[in-house]
């Protein structure tokens, strides 16, 4: 009976009151998260005179100058061109070899599959910082071992400057590609599962070889799941600060959280070219969530279901 008569009053007030805290909470989070970055534009366009009297007004004049003279510091006009290659590079490599990985683990059985997905999945447990040095030794002893093998067949005359992966823009890639793998193949794999093996099992009856099924079948499928790997890597790819810092020394192979780092030290005290600088660093990923906003929200939530 009371379920014809619609909710109780108090139900409806129950209800009224979960809203509002989640609001509130939601509320909370977001200027949390938009108030930090307004304040950082603000006092770019200050001078230092004017930071340092208040860090809460808007600037009496704007300081465009503190944006000339943190892109020609920072040498950001060729930064930002190795950032969108290295970001770019990197997450079209990882979104390609995590699903043909992910078809094979969840679809192509054999008795060694497990061990070789678990090798792979055990890359989630290991942080960065705990590969920095290993890789910097890895990276300079394959080097020494190209360089000597280009020289014994002739290719180079000497092997004492030969680099392929240190100081190399194929080294960096490489490199990002393989620590973004672990997350991104368990998630494909994950959702490779969710698709019909009665589909693949079909198109095998009919002749299709596996490249062509992944083509055809699992790859069309898998525009989701790709959206999402997509997302989760590109904004860590475009800040990542670590492993290319021990990778490449060259000002002409850096990208922009390197030309960041130029302004702390001797350039500390310049607050208003600091945060020109993080404000230069930050636009582009800005401009691109605010871009494609609802494509993001679509993938995310439709990579999160499988099949």
Known sequence: MRALLGKT??????????????????????????????WLIINSFKSNAEY??????LPEKLQWVNYSGAWNIGDFRELIGNSFIYTIGATLGIVLFSIMAGFAFAKIRS????????????????????????????????????GALFQLLHFIKSADNFHFFYNSRVGVLIVYIGSGLPIALYLCTEYIKGIPTALVEAARIDG?????????IILPMCV??????????????WNEFALINILVSKTGLKSIPLGVMRF??????DYGKQFAALVIGMAPMLIFYIAFRKQ????????????
């Open 9 to 38: 009053p108090s139900s409806r007030i129950l209800g009224i009151i979960g809203r509002v805290i989640a609001y509130l909470v939601m509320g909370t989070f977001a200027l949390m998260t938009i108030l930090p970055i307004v």
């Open 52 to 57: 340092y009297l208040n860090k809460l007004s």
């Open 111 to 146: 008795k060694a599959t497990p061990i070789i997905y678990g090798s792979f999945v055990m890359g989630i447990l290991l942080s960065i910082q705990s590969l920095m040095v290993p890789l910097f030794i890895e990276v300079s002893q394959f080097d020494k071992l190209i």
């Open 208 to 216: 299709a070889g596996f490249f062509r099924i992944f083509r055809g």
């Open 224 to 237: 989701p799941i790709a959206t999402t790997v997509a997302i989760l890597n590109i904004t860590g790819l």
């Open 264 to 269: 702390s030290g001797t350039m500390m005290a």
């Open 296 to 307: 993001i929200t679509k993938g995310v939530s439709a990579g999160a279901v499988k099949g």
